[in-house]
């Protein structure tokens, strides 16, 4: 079974589209989180989950936070994207 992808982004935002298109291209499901949508309160434990990671995407593998697109497309690069992904 797939670790569960959790992408936090906003409408039009060119890194969010970058990552979700490399995640869809490698043919992972992920659950896509608009950043208008989240209430205060969760923005406030978002950010400490993120060590107030400020910009979207905000992107999660697991409860893993991984960072945003740039750190998604390193992963992938080094060829370590596949292990987070399956657990």
Same mark, same amino acid.
């Given at each position: ?26 043919? @992972?499901?992920?659950?896509? #989180? ?5 209430? $205060?309160? !969760?923005?406030? /434990?978002?950010?400490?989950?993120? %060590?107030?990671?400020?910009? @979207?995407?905000?992107?999660? #593998? ?5 960072? $945003?697109? !740039?750190?998604? /497309?390193?992963?992938?690069?080094? %060829? ?7 657990g």
């Amino acid at each position: 079974m797939k670790t569960p992808v959790t992408i936090y982004t906003t409408p039009f935002c060119p890194y969010c589209i970058r990552a979700k298109r490399l995640l869809s291209n490698k043919g @992972v499901d992920f659950t896509e #989180i608009s950043i208008y949508d989240v209430s $205060g309160e !969760d923005r406030k /434990a978002l950010a400490q989950k993120t %060590n107030n990671y400020r910009t @979207v995407p905000q992107i999660f #593998i697991g409860d893993r936070f991984i960072g $945003g697109s !740039d750190e998604l /497309a390193k992963l992938e690069r080094e %060829n370590q994207l596949e292990a987070l992904l399956n657990g």
